[in-house]
């Protein structure tokens, strides 16, 4: 009976429990350490945390796997609750010895004959993309080169196999090691926001309404910083 009770305090109190967290791949450039950083605080938690694209991410929320998720846009057809982070700025990279890099204002116009890099469909930054680069007049086969994760896509531009629009968090080392540059392209950086999502039906435990907390008061603390 004891331990019954000091567990059922410990959830109560928020500093154990159990907490499925799941986020898109982007994220790791901040989260792991968020999660550190609230583990701190509550050293008894049991954790399971899952990345994923957008699409896998948003279907775990959707099926009630997780209670929480970490995100860029929550997809349209979900009803969640939603709480901003902070900004998640998108920008055009390039090998620092690529012909642009140096031009300031370059219409959106001149990418047209470029090679672009970008990431399989269902994920976040795929679907910028599309959006961004829809009305330039070229087929997507004439211009791009699919790849698995921002990871191999930062190692191919700085390869100079193409450019990239990609998440300025995930870049944020590169550029200011001056290994990648960002291209000073009209429309951009197109500023999305990082949210912390959860089903509005679903009640959360004590632990992960401390971890909705956390996020909201501390969470902007944990995003890279930006040359």
């Known amino acids: 009976v004891t331990d019954f009770a000091d567990a059922v305090e410990t959830v ?36 399971r945390f899952l990345i994923g694209n957008r699409a896998e991410t948003m279907a775990l929320l959707r099926d009630y796997d997780v ?13 969640v609750e939603r709480i ?40 976040g930054s795929r679907t910028l993309f599309d959006y961004y680069i829809g009305d330039i007049p070229v087929r997507l086969a004439q211009i791009g080169i699919e790849l698995g994760s921002n990871e191999t896509i930062k190692q191919a531009v700085m390869a ?9 968090h995930t870049v944020a080392v590169e550029v200011a090691d001056g290994r990648l540059a960002c291209l000073d392209v009209a429309g951009l950086p197109i500023i999305r926001q990082w949210y912390l999502a959860y ?6 435990s004590s632990v992960a309404l401390a971890f909705r907390d956390f996020v909201r008061d501390r969470g902007a603390e944990f995003l890279p910083k930006l040359p």
């Open 12 to 47: 109560r109190k928020g500093t154990g429990g159990r907490l499925s967290v799941a986020a898109i791949s982007t994220a790791k450039y901040f989260a792991p350490r968020m999660i550190v950083a609230f583990k701190e605080l509550h050293p008894g938690l049991e954790l």
């Open 67 to 79: 209670d929480i998720a970490l995100t860029g846009r929550p997809a349209a057809n979900l009803p």
């Open 84 to 123: 901003a982070i902070g900004p998640h700025p998108y920008v055009m990279i390039a090998p620092p010895f690529h012909r642009f890099v140096g031009r300031t204002a370059i219409p959106k116009s001149d990418l047209a004959g470029e090679t672009f890099l970008f990431r399989e469909e269902g994920s």
């Open 160 to 168: 100079g196999l193409g450019i990239a629009l990609i998440s300025a």
């Open 199 to 204: 089903r509005p039906e679903r009640e959360l």
